[in-house]
């Protein structure tokens, strides 16, 4: 009978993917755009101000086998035409004390100006860091523990030999950016592609040991829509691929100005064959603070028993006391 960390590893491969087993290994967020240098590198240090702080936190499948995700980010543009970011990420899963941890640093290039003006950007960004993942063999159950009359028995030997617990590779990614920053538009258009695990780390947890991580490529794009001076709705799009694993997903939120310093956020977000996500939030002054919640659509709803997932950022955004030029900065994300 296999150890419950192979089954984790099932588990972990069909939840990310939707309905059927495939190769996805990334976790996935429902607020994307939140999260930079999970999506695209490109995008560091793309908003208005003097650094960012962005942080994420992601819980799903509570009643079966919880999944917890969270993730820190920070970033800093220059006047150099060089904006620099850093990020970790760690989830949580399952009952053998599985972690998956991500560092990297980025860094995105911003001299590309295709007008005068300098309004339609082309960013290209790079990524470099490590992956680790780890579990404790301590909170491993074995088909040999167990038996028939008598039940579970930790003290039961077990013939499963674990020669390790915890494995580190070195990783890359990049992507390119375009967005039309220009004011005053009744719509402004962006769109990204990147390519993440350029190195394919090995998957030392394989069979082997000479496993390889499928590259994951993003396409994402928008448009936002200015249908007045106080209500704007951006439609957007993310498509995903990882190894035979994709996520498709489309949706749009509405930003109200409700007074001096203050939007409030709604939106809703379908992903194909997995999940409706619902997004509400508010911005005051230089902070943000998002949540959504998945409704999953998918087979897996059924044996999960109604579980649901659900999300929440709060960003804060140290700003310049006086914009340059002085109108609302357009960006390509939240």
């Given amino acids: 009978m296999r150890t419950i960390i192979a089954t984790l590893f099932i588990f972990a491969a069909t939840v990310c993917s939707g309905t059927r087993l495939m190769a996805q290994t990334d976790p996935h967020f429902s607020q994307y755009y939140v999260y930079p240098s999970w999506l695209n590198p490109a995008l560091t240090g793309v908003f208005d101000g003097d650094y960012r702080v962005a942080a994420i936190y992601r819980t799903q499948w509570g009643n079966i086998s919880p999944f917890k995700t969270y993730g820190v980010s920070g970033e800093i543009p220059t006047a150099k035409n060089i904006n620099i970011g850093a990020s970790v990420l760690n989830q949580t899963a399952g009952d053998g004390g599985y972690n998956y941890t991500t560092a990297y640093v980025s860094a995105a290039y911003t001299g590309v100006k295709l007008d005068a003006s300098h309004y339609h950007q082309l960013n290209f960004g790079l990524q470099l860091g490590f992956i680790q993942r780890r579990f404790d063999p301590s909170k491993l159950t074995y088909g ?64 082997k040991g000479d496993a390889r991580f499928p590259m994951r490529f993003n396409v994402h794009g928008g448009v936002k829509l200015t249908l007045s001076e106080i209500l704007s709705i951006t439609p957007n799009f993310l498509f995903m691929q990882q190894g035979p694993a994709q996520e498709k997903m489309i949706g749009a939120y509405g930003q109200l100005n409700a007074a001096a310093g203050t939007d409030f956020l709604l939106g809703v977000n379908y992903r194909y064959k997995d999940a409706v996500t619902t997004h509400a939030g508010f911005i005051y002054k230089n902070m943000m603070l998002g949540a959504s919640y998945d409704i999953n659509t998918s087979d897996l709803s059924k044996m999960a028993h109604g579980s649901n997932s659900f999300e929440i950022s709060l960003t804060f955004i140290g700003r310049r006391s006086v914009r340059t030029p002085d109108v609302e900065f357009v960006c390509p994300r939240l």
């Fill in 144 to 207: 040999e523990q167990w038996n028939p009359v008598t039940g579970y028995n930790p003290g039961n030997p077990v013939s499963d030999v674990l020669t390790r617990n915890s494995a580190a590779s070195f990783d890359a990614g990049a992507g390119a950016l375009y967005y039309d920053a220009t004011p005053g538009k009744n719509f402004n258009i962006y769109g990204g592609v990147s390519v993440m695990h350029l190195t394919k780390p090995q998957d030392q947890f394989s069979a």
